[in-house]
């Protein structure tokens, strides 16, 4: 199985509410990670689990909250959000490399709009 | 932190031509650099990467090759075909962290 597994497809929600995005991998990655992705721009990097640990959070507001329960599983928490925080959100996972060769597969992405 | 610059943002060719897009990187650090095709609706699929003690790598109709020196990578698609049309990401990776491109836009005509 080399495939990165992402629900919901598509999610709409409004800035009071509380929603979860979730992510599976069963390819035995130990790293796994949570990007957001506007229209026509690149990946920006959100956080970065490591053995389940959280390993980097690029400075992300506490309205999105990660959360990684095992190896296989990673959990975007999400609250109190903005219009602005309105975007693609991918996922993706790899071997912890202690070289710096980061083969990064990523799912298909949940399209998150809120109004 | 690493910086990659990524030319063209949009490139148009006629089926069966050729199509290069060029990146460059900032950090002489960065070792590892994978290319990644984005399809609309879709999330970014891994297509070739070059690690930085190889020059060149070929897969088919797709090469990647590496200027250390220069601090330069290049994709070159040959006998590109509709189904090439998509968003290229570049990157490039430092202490295990990817840095992306802006993205080119490739069109293929038929």
């Known amino acids: 199985d080399t495939e990165v597994t992402q629900t919901p497809k598509h999610l709409v929600m409004g800035m009071t509410n509380k929603k979860s995005l979730k992510c599976e991998q069963h390819?035995?990655?130990?790293?796994m990670y949570w990007y957001k992705q506007k229209a026509k721009k690149p990946p920006e990097l959100m956080f970065v689990?490591?053995?389940?640990?959280?390993?980097i959070n690029e400075s992300v507001p506490s309205r999105f909250s990660p959360e990684c329960p095992n190896s296989s599983l990673l959990n975007l928490h999400l609250h109190a959000l903005q219009p602005e925080d309105s975007a693609l959100y991918l996922c993706a996972s790899s071997q912890v490399e202690t070289g710096g060769f980061n083969e990064q597969f990523f799912g298909p992405g949940t399209r998150l709009t809120v109004l | 932190g690493e910086n990659v610059e990524q030319h063209p943002s949009t490139l148009s060719v006629q089926e069966g031509d050729s199509a290069v897009i060029k990146c460059t990187y900032s950090?002489?650090?960065?070792?590892?650099f994978p290319w990644y095709k984005q399809e609309l609706g879709k999330g970014p699929q891994l297509i070739i990467d070059?690690?930085?003690?190889?020059g060149e790598k070929k897969d088919q109709r797709i090469a990647v090759t590496l200027n250390k020196t220069a601090k330069h990578f290049s994709l070159h698609i040959t006998e590109t075909q509709p189904e090439d049309s998509a968003v290229y990401f570049c990157?490039?990776?430092?202490?295990?962290?990817?840095?992306f491109g802006k993205g080119t836009m490739l069109l293929v005509s038929p």
């Open positions: 390819m035995g990655h130990r790293a």
């Open positions: 070059i690690r930085s003690n190889v």
């Open positions: 689990y490591s053995y389940e640990k959280l390993s």
């Open positions: 950090d002489s650090a960065s070792n590892y």
């Open positions: 990157a490039a990776t430092l202490y295990s962290t990817l840095t």
